[in-house]
């Protein structure tokens, strides 16, 4: 039997803290199979782009993804699509879910993984945090880095007005009316868009500001300048990923899985830049489908179907 997972569901059984352990067990592993997998994109003949990543083998977990994804920009959710969790021992199909939930939360969750390793230490009162898209993966990292670092101030700037006012709102923040203000009054940048025009550049940040750009691997997509990246200590998740699709393998000084196992440091100094700019991986999927799976399992959410009668 196959257990249906929709968009809900995966929300009212996930925790911020134990998917960030979860990834974060991931990026320390390193075993062979944990690598970077498949990522396979093709443009449509629609406004929007497929994408495939396969196959998602966390260590530790008997079971595999496939995802397939559609990304259409103008659409709400953005990213539409299924992530299927099959069984390593013989490939039965055991869920299928929801794929923006699952992506969502990864990505946002391993994003603020990585914001945190790369932050200058806050004082006592926690960290500025700035925001840019006040969409669902915004959401994410400014609730992961709630559960690993304290935060004093969010201040957040979107094209939409209101959505910015809710998002403000939700977090105790404040709405700024540009990118610029954003990383000026900020500590830690984090921007969340599908801008194809750089939104902080060089001029905007300051030294020791870190900045997250999510989705590196999406062609056409950049957040950041280049003079930006120039001057900052770049970490990616990995470098395969990263140079085939993003070209950030020749710029990046780390991976975040080299620098969780204790290798090079991801900062030199308090004054350096750094910026994490993420591809997205399909063990990542894994590990979080796999709780979504187990813990609905646990509490009987979900429908069943029988694909193979």
């Known amino acids: 039997m196959t257990r249906i997972l929709t968009r809900g569901d995966p929300e009212s059984v996930l925790e911020p803290a134990a998917c960030v352990a979860a990834l974060d067990e991931g990026f320390r592993s390193t075993d062979p199979w944990s690598g970077a997998g498949e990522r396979v994109r093709t443009d449509l003949p629609f406004p929007g782009t497929a994408t495939a990543l396969i196959p998602g083998v966390p260590p530790g977990i008997d079971a595999y993804t496939v995802k397939v994804n559609a990304k259409f920009p103008g659409a709400r959710p953005a990213l539409r699509g299924v992530i299927c969790l099959h069984s390593g021992h013989d ?3 055991l869920a299928l879910l929801d794929s923006a939930t699952i992506t969502a939360w990864r990505t946002g969750l391993a994003a603020a993984l990585g914001t945190h390793v790369l932050t200058n230490p806050g004082p006592g009162a926690g960290t500025a945090l700035g925001v840019i898209g006040a969409g669902a993966q915004a959401e994410l990292m400014v609730r992961g880095l709630r559960e690993l670092r304290g935060i004093h101030e969010v201040v957040v700037h979107d ?3 209101g959505r910015a006012d809710a998002f403000a709102a939700r977090h105790g923040g404040r ?10 009054a900020s500590e830690v940048v984090l921007p969340a868009t599908w801008s194809r025009t750089p939104l902080p550049h060089l001029a905007d940040t300051r030294p020791g500001q870190h900045l997250t750009s999510r ?10 300048s280049a003079d930006l990246l120039a001057s900052s200590a770049v970490v990616v998740d990995d470098r395969e990923l990263a140079g085939s699709t993003g070209g950030l393998a020749a710029a990046a000084r780390a991976t975040l899985g080299e620098i969780l196992r204790a290798g090079p440091p991801g900062r030199t100094d308090r004054a350096e830049r750094t910026v994490y700019a993420p591809v997205g991986l399909p063990r990542q999927d894994l590990a979080l489908a796999w709780l979504a799976y187990r813990q609905a399992g646990r509490r009987g959410i979900g429908t069943h179907t029988d694909l193979l009668s």
Do not use: F, R
Request: glycine share 20%.
């Open 215 to 224: 989705g590196a691997g999406e062609p056409g997509k950049q957040e950041l």
């Open 91 to 93: 490939g039965e199909l």
């Open 175 to 184: 709405v700024l009316g540009s990118p610029a203000e954003v990383a000026s």
């Open 159 to 161: 094209t939409d007005p």
